[in-house]
């Protein structure tokens, strides 16, 4: 009698290759069409089944080329309906990401993950895929004045570490400390070193991009990150949003600003040191930050909805 590894293997080629109904999957395996559910299921958790995705034919093949163009880029121009809004639009995003993501992790893969909405989306539409040696390691800390941020930060870390059955490290720091000195003190410490020290080793780097504006601000504006004075400010001093919580102005320029000097994410420069940096992101209004983060360059790779990619056009 076939074990259950073999049993999902054929269900899953029979259901994608084969284009079988689960009706007659049941029939032939002469089990319940929920067990057939279940192997498929299986099939896909334990990396028996892979997708990848290409943008159709007609759809704005010029965007992406020229997007790719101009910037230097990878792009994935994802098409949305114009009345797709908030986080339906997101998902569609997220599903293409978790596609890309997964075709762009090896064996012994280091895998750098930021945290935010976009990335929280991102882990519920992973492909799973099991990966020899994979370690996925948090790319910011997350900790604030309300909260630790650790079960929001940790809950996607795992969702990584799932997907590719890789070893997780947490890195359980401020998103900003109040003063340069306390970070420069903490970056000495044997065990933050272990975190920062594997950073330095990522392959692959996963990010949004945060943004000041809009309806739906980003998790570093609306998670009790910053207080809307010092929100005011940097809109004063020309910042429109964040990559791994390094505030960027439009120009892309973020050395100077006092705050980066407390933000515990990598800068743009520590990015650019990584050979693949898969940017993702969802909505018009990110389009703003989305150019300051390209101006900055720190993206290989664009996961981008429609409207979003073709603002960015216009703007650059």
């Not at 101009?70 to 949305?80: M, Q």
């Amino acid at each position: 009698m076939e074990d259950r590894a073999e049993l999902a293997y054929r269900a899953a080629m029979m259901h994608y290759v084969q284009d079988e109904t689960m009706e007659s999957i049941a029939r032939k395996l002469k089990v319940s069409r929920s067990t057939v559910s279940r192997l498929i299921g299986v099939a896909r958790a334990e990396g028996y089944v892979q997708f990848a995705l290409n943008p159709p034919s007609g759809a704005t093949p010029g965007l992406r080329a020229e997007l790719a163009e101009r910037f230097g880029i990878e792009v994935w121009v994802v098409p949305v309906p114009p009345r797709v809004r908030g986080r339906q639009r997101l998902n569609l995003v997220a599903e293409v990401a978790g596609s890309v993501i997964s075709g762009a992790v090896f064996p012994e893969a280091i895998i750098g993950i930021a945290w935010g909405n976009t990335l929280s989306a991102i882990a519920e539409h992973l492909v799973p895929k099991p990966v020899l040696g994979a370690r996925v390691v948090q790319l910011n800390g997350a900790g604030n004045l309300i909260s630790s941020g650790i079960v929001y930060a940790s809950t996607i870390m795992e969702a990584f570490g799932e997907a590719y059955h890789a070893e997780v490290q947490h890195f359980p720091v401020p998103a900003f400390f109040d003063y340069p000195d306390t970070k420069v003190a903490l970056w000495r410490e044997r065990s933050v070193k272990l975190v920062l020290d594997l950073q330095k080793e990522v392959d692959v780097a996963i990010f949004g991009v945060g943004t000041l504006e809009g309806e739906q601000l980003s998790m570093v504006y609306s998670g009790g990150y910053l207080s809307l004075l010092e929100m005011e400010e940097l809109k004063g001093l020309g910042v429109v949003g964040d990559v791994c919580t390094v505030l960027l102005r439009a120009d892309g320029t973020w050395e100077d600003l006092e705050i980066n000097q407390r933000a515990s994410g990598p800068t743009p420069r520590d990015l650019t040191r990584i050979p693949r940096r898969i940017c993702v992101v969802s909505g018009v209004e990110k389009a703003v930050p989305l150019l300051a983060a390209l101006r900055a360059g720190v993206a290989t790779d664009l996961v981008v909805d429609e409207e979003c990619a073709a603002r960015l056009l216009k703007l650059s």
